[in-house]
């Protein structure tokens, strides 16, 4: 069942990333995405990254698809099916969001007046969604060092004691995602994390973004630190459009 | 004392539910889980001489009784699959490896191939309704079946099945074709697409895909049907088996056996389990020891 919605605003985050907002009477919560269809172009999952009245997509231009859907413009439709995957867990007290690069938008949704966010980037004109955080809840990390804290991701987790939190919420690359489950694995807190795998029939059967025999597209996106815990190709190996395991 | 164990096309299953080909069975993992969580077997997903990445998204089209896909038969290439079955192994009940080619000499290296990498039986695609050269391209054209499953029946060890495709006017020639593989696995999807009228597209990348789901099961019953009415040949049935009287019906049509694949869209991996547990229940409620009793009960 494909959704075709009418784009009612379009908003540029950053030099390489728009949202697109639309009006879809669907229940969707955070963590879960669509599959959005790009006419002659291809399909491609994308996170919700808005949930109200208006829901929304955050695109970042990286392949024949995106850089179509980029070019949209308000009054213009997308087309979309879903909503698809596993939700993260109700937010309760105080939480923590942690996202690399692009990841920031499946954690937006989550983004209130009890988050804090370390919002990490390769150029500080990447920072994603970083004013929606609180003043005093923001942690940037870039590795350019023009805006906020010069380093990976870890370093802003030097910033906070993890187990002051109810739960840590993750999403970026796989990489930045092993490394905060290496840091925060052992402590006294609860943690999930988004992953990201090449994805492409999104309803549980083509086996492409399949990792220790769990789909991403249905038993995720979202996975606590305990099921990460036993999945041995977690940051280190994933499968090809073709299926060919490779490292990471 | 009731029992799901059956033995079909040369080999033997704790119960008769199969993983269809192309449904989650890409990986090793996914293949381990599946058979833990309940299937009897499964059947890979089908591997080529070649690395493919099959078609780019959309490859798959959701109605309400039906899936339409197009994955472009992907694939790591049959040098890159041992490492699977290997993993898949571990899941201690049998594996098929479906192989697909454009002529003998290639599907005769892959069956070799799968041979060696341990699997219990192979199955040839000889029905793919969506990839220029393959599939149902080799598998409408009898005399190239009959050359295929001769060879290979002459040169492997292990059992040899062969997938046959709906998408022909007779049935029942390409099973004669190829009737001495030690099991036909009736269906493949039905040859079919989707039109989006908003977009005035094709909603698959290739257009053309197949369709599976609720929708084709007749279409399934009655080429069992019809193959078992004529010739003394083990069956798997397959298409649209979404809960255990679909199974029954199959069975009842000529089937030994039968493989699931949609019905895991929404009754996820634990639909095997559930089938097979209704199984028993109704085998207990009606006295029926083995499912064989039951083959082929409706063909008049």
Redesign the interface.
């Known amino acids: 069942?494909?959704n075709?919605l009418k784009i009612e605003r379009k908003e540029v985050n950053t030099p390489t990333v728009s949202s697109l907002y639309f009006r879809w009477d669907r229940k969707v919560k955070p963590g879960q995405f669509v599959?959005v269809?790009v006419?002659?172009f291809?399909?491609?999952p994308m996170s919700i990254s808005s949930i109200g009245d208006l829901k929304c997509i955050t695109v970042k231009a990286y392949g024949d698809s995106t850089r179509k859907l980029i070019r949209l413009k308000e009054g213009d439709?997308i087309?979309l099916?879903g909503p698809y995957g596993r939700p993260f867990s109700e937010p309760e007290g105080d939480i923590l969001l942690i996202g690399g690069g692009s990841g920031m938008a499946s954690l937006r949704t989550l983004i209130g007046p009890r988050a804090t966010g370390i919002i990490a980037s390769r150029t500080s004109d990447e920072l994603l969604f970083s004013e929606e955080f609180e003043k005093e809840k923001r942690i940037e990390v870039t590795e350019d060092g023009i805006r906020g804290l010069k380093g990976l991701v870890l370093m802003g987790l030097d910033q906070v004691n993890v187990e002051d939190y109810s739960c840590i919420y993750v999403c970026g690359p796989e990489k930045m995602l092993k490394a905060v489950y290496e840091r925060i694995r052992g402590h006294k807190v609860r943690a999930e994390f988004s992953l990201e795998r090449s994805m492409?029939?999104?309803?549980?059967?083509?086996?492409?973004c399949?990792?220790?025999?769990?789909?991403v597209c249905?038993d995720g996106p979202t996975f606590s630190i305990e099921e990460l815990g036993e999945m041995t190709?977690f940051g280190t190996t994933k499968?090809?459009?073709?299926?060919?395991?490779v490292q990471i | 004392m009731v029992s799901l164990a059956v033995r079909v096309g040369g080999i033997n299953l704790e119960n008769p539910a199969i993983l269809a080909s192309g449904i989650l069975d890409e990986n090793g993992y996914t293949m381990k889980r599946v058979l833990e969580e309940g299937a009897g077997a499964v059947v890979t997903k089908s591997i080529g001489v070649d690395e493919r990445n099959g078609y780019y998204p959309p490859v798959v089209v959701e109605g309400n009784s039906y899936l339409i896909n197009a994955m472009g038969l992907p694939n790591p290439g049959i040098e890159n699959y041992g490492e699977e079955i290997k993993i898949a192994s571990n899941g201690r009940k049998p594996i098929i490896g479906s192989i697909f080619a454009s002529g003998v000499d290639d599907f005769l290296r892959l069956g070799t191939s799968m041979e060696d990498f341990g699997v219990s039986a192979v199955e040839l695609n000889l029905s793919c309704p969506h990839v220029r050269g393959f599939g149902s391209e080799v598998g409408s054209d009898p005399v190239l079946v009959r050359d295929i499953v001769k060879t290979l029946k002459g040169s492997l060890k292990i059992p040899v099945w062969s997938k046959l495709s709906p998408n022909v006017s007779s049935i029942l020639d390409i099973a004669e074709a190829a009737v001495e593989s030690d099991a036909l696995v009736l269906i493949n999807t039905v040859r079919a697409m989707a039109i989006d009228a908003e977009t005035r597209m094709p909603v698959l990348s290739n257009a053309y895909g197949g369709m599976s789901g609720e929708a084709i099961k007749p279409v399934g019953l009655r080429c069992v049907y019809e193959v078992k009415k004529e010739l003394n040949v083990d069956i798997i049935g397959v298409g649209g088996i979404s809960n255990y009287t679909d199974a029954l019906e199959y069975i009842m049509a000529g089937a030994s056996s039968f493989q699931i694949g949609t019905a895991v869209i929404k009754s996820g991996r634990g639909v095997f389990k559930k089938i097979t547990e209704d199984l028993e229940v109704y085998m207990n409620n009606n006295s029926i020891e083995r499912l064989s009793q039951l083959v082929g009960v409706a063909i008049r």
């Open positions: 069942m494909i075709h599959m269809w006419p002659g291809g399909e491609v439709f087309h099916r492409k029939c999104g309803i549980g059967i083509c086996d492409s399949s990792i220790n025999g769990y789909q249905v190709e499968l090809l459009s073709s299926g060919r395991r």
